[in-house]
């Protein structure tokens, strides 16, 4: 059972363009979601992280947008750059430490010039 | 955030053999670490829970015995794969966080198995 969805697997954006990644979740129970940039042949980073509580958190070039009624939570990477082609995974996890992360199936992002 | 370290970052093996993996904490201590493997272009599925002082959890269809961890200090887990086989070749992670909500991953390790 998945119990972080995320779409879309793959997906090309141009230079200076939105990227949108979207995610879903089953477990109400959840109560931390994380995203991570993975390289090829590197561990995922922490790329931003929300709340429940909070609607919407930005950082930088990267906005985390969350609807808690809707189980859904997305994140926007504005003004796209070659440099953000990677592998994102959408994550949920509870919080309070020592928690293991469940990861949606990863997004791998081409941002061509 | 926290660093997390991996040794070593590749190893290739003889089926049969065993390999060890390090994953160490370098700026917090951790009770608790995991251990995830990735296969290409595929998520992280979690394999287990390793506990300072105490037996690792695994996860379902995990081979405890296969799979060895011991987290011997704070700042310290390894996970050793036991003979190994070719279809044991993956990319290993382990993560560590320490009291804090976040997980923070080491670079991994890429395991190949001839």
Not at chain 1, 31 to 49: M, N, R, S, T, V
Not at chain 2, 30 to 43: D, E, H, V
């Amino acid at each position: 059972q998945q119990q972080v969805k995320q779409s879309p697997q793959s997906l090309i954006v141009q230079k200076g363009g939105i990227s949108i990644i979207n995610c879903a979740y089953e477990n109400t129970a959840f109560d931390y979601f994380p995203w991570y940039q993975q390289f090829p042949g590197k561990g995922p980073a922490l790329l931003i992280a929300i709340r429940p509580d909070v609607s919407e958190k930005k950082e930088g070039r990267f906005t985390i947008s969350f609807n808690k009624s809707a189980k859904q939570f997305s994140l926007h990477i504005m003004d796209s750059q070659p440099g953000d082609s990677a592998t994102y995974f959408c994550a949920a996890s509870y919080s309070g430490g020592y928690q293991k992360v469940t990861f949606g199936i990863g997004t791998k992002l081409q941002v061509i010039p | 955030g926290a660093v997390v370290s991996q040794h070593p970052s590749r190893v290739i093996c003889k089926s049969g053999t065993s390999v060890k993996i390090e994953c160490r904490s370098l700026d917090f201590q951790a009770t608790t670490m995991f251990w995830y493997r990735q296969f290409p272009k595929q998520s992280l599925m979690l394999m287990a829970t390793s506990n300072e002082g105490s037996k690792a959890t695994y996860e379902q269809g995990v081979e405890k015995d296969k799979f060895l961890i011991n987290h011997a200090s704070l700042t310290l887990s390894t996970l050793t794969v036991t003979s190994a086989h070719p279809e044991d070749s993956s990319f290993y992670i382990c993560s560590g966080g320490g009291q804090g909500d976040t997980q923070y991953f080491g670079p991994g390790t890429r395991l190949t198995v001839l």
